[in-house]
């Protein structure tokens, strides 16, 4: 039972960053850079958040569940470095 | 010695992360997962160096709490504007380690309130952060005001 509560309040936690993350992207008036930083908020801490939730309800799973940890944490980080470099070249 | 140990090591993270996509610990199955490891060129294992790499691989360990104090931090800041700084490669990442460097990287990236966004030369990042317009504003007075 206490376990079911705490997945369901990291699993809020989570998809509250999500949404907080995501909705910037649709703000014309914020640089590219915030949105990075705004999705990194939604797809690293937001997902990893989710996957801790998903965790802690079928924990039979936690060698998947791992994989798919560090491949999002991985792939975030490389793909916002990709498009901040992008974004950053001189003209 | 020290590339025996190296190889070894090389060895048993090839197979932990088989072992982890496969979800699976039988014999059989590490068996297959090893002789898979076998046959993946090594590439320049013995250029692998251990002591930059561990320290870089520890102090990820502290990220889960950067990550989410920082979203938080990020999440307060009303009035966004976009600051770069210069941030120095950490020394054991400048001692050649291709994946210290990495890591060095990916532990300014992960966390919300930085990003790299490239090399400015050999020692330092050139690192974007979000910093608050009013308060950098009432900073630059209270410096003019100093003057």
């Given amino acids: 039972m206490t376990i079911t509560i705490i997945s369901y309040a990291i699993l809020s936690l989570g998809l509250y960053f999500w949404i907080w993350g995501t909705l910037p992207i649709l703000n014309k008036e914020h640089s590219i850079f915030y949105k990075l930083h705004t999705l990194t908020v939604a797809d690293s801490v937001g997902s990893l958040l989710i996957v801790v939730a998903l965790f802690l309800r079928a924990p039979q799973y936690w060698p998947l569940l791992l994989v798919t940890a560090i491949s999002l944490s991985l792939w975030n980080t490389i793909f916002s470095y990709i498009l901040g470099n992008i974004s950053d070249r001189p003209s | ?147």
């Fill in chain 2, 1 to 147: 010695m020290a590339n025996f140990t190296r190889l070894i090591l090389v060895l048993l993270f090839r197979i932990t992360c088989w072992c982890l996509v496969t979800s699976s610990v039988e014999t059989t199955n590490l068996l297959i997962g090893l002789i898979v490891c076998l046959l993946i060129p090594f590439g320049d294992f013995r250029r692998l160096k251990m002591h930059a790499l561990i320290p870089e691989i520890l102090l990820i360990l502290r990220l889960p709490y950067d990550m989410i104090k920082e979203c938080f931090e990020l999440m307060l800041i009303s009035d966004p504007i976009d600051k770069f700084t210069e941030e120095r490669v950490n020394i054991r990442a400048t001692s050649g380690s291709k994946f210290a460097e990495f890591f060095d990287l990916f532990r300014i990236t992960f966390t919300p309130m930085s990003l790299v966004t490239r090399r400015e030369n050999s020692d330092v990042w050139r690192v974007h952060l979000v910093a608050s317009a009013s308060e950098m504003e009432a900073k630059v007075k209270s410096k003019e005001s100093e003057k």
